[in-house]
């Protein structure tokens, strides 16, 4: 290789190392910009989803406006301390159930989701997914009302379980054909959260 063409393989070698670096902070600054707005964006949208989460998507519309308050729930664990993002949903002044915002490793990236659960956290009332990132006709299915509706009305005292080929009822979901990572990324979500929070949210609940 003469001296001329190795400097001409050096210069065009910097030269995409540059544009990298470039368009790398390009992107961070516009991920920096825009973080903010998207998280305030899902505040809200949480917020809007409760009352359907904890009475459906009728009776939330049909009947008086739930009272929503924020609470931090801590939960402490071997290595850490884990924090959940709970609202609770009162009725009248009765507790009405709960929203937990949780997430966790999906196919793609991370999938974010709010979990309706009953007064006394013993079954789900509702399924939201928040954001996802996974693949698109396959694991991004997980948003369909039909898929998310499987999971209302399903005790969680024992772990839910997504499997191929049909649900035989109980603790079982149908997995979608094709996405079953992602599939069991949810219910493994919603798995964890639950036995975190269960207890905790229990013992709130005797003391409304």
């Not at 709970?86 to 999906?106: I, M, R």
């Not at 939201?128 to 999971?151: A, S, Y």
Request: proline content about 4%.
């Amino acid at each position: 290789m003469n001296a001329t063409l190795r400097d001409n393989n050096i210069v065009q070698a910097w030269l995409v190392l540059l544009l990298a670096v470039c368009f790398g902070g390009m992107l961070a600054g516009v991920q920096l910009a825009l973080g903010p707005k998207i998280e305030l964006n899902k505040v809200n949208e949480t917020r809007e989803k409760v009352p359907e989460l904890v009475l459906g998507a009728q009776a939330a519309q049909a009947g008086a406006p739930l009272a929503v308050e924020p609470l931090t729930v801590s939960v402490e664990k071997p290595a850490k301390t884990v924090r959940y993002s709970v609202y609770e949903a009162k009725k009248d002044g009765a507790l009405a159930g709960w929203v937990v915002k949780t997430a966790g490793q999906g196919y793609a990236d991370r999938i974010e989701v709010l979990i309706g659960l009953a007064p006394d956290a013993g079954s789900l009332t509702g399924l939201f997914v928040l954001d996802q990132k996974e693949t698109p006709g396959l694991g991004n299915k997980i948003v369909t009302d039909e898929w998310r509706g499987q999971f209302v009305g399903k005790a969680v005292d024992r772990p839910l379980a997504a499997v191929k080929g049909g649900a035989k009822g109980g603790s079982e979901i149908d997995a979608i054909t094709g996405a079953t990572i992602s599939s069991h990324a949810v219910t493994s979500i919603i798995n964890t959260a639950v036995a975190d929070l269960r207890q905790p949210l229990a013992e709130k609940a005797r003391g409304n």
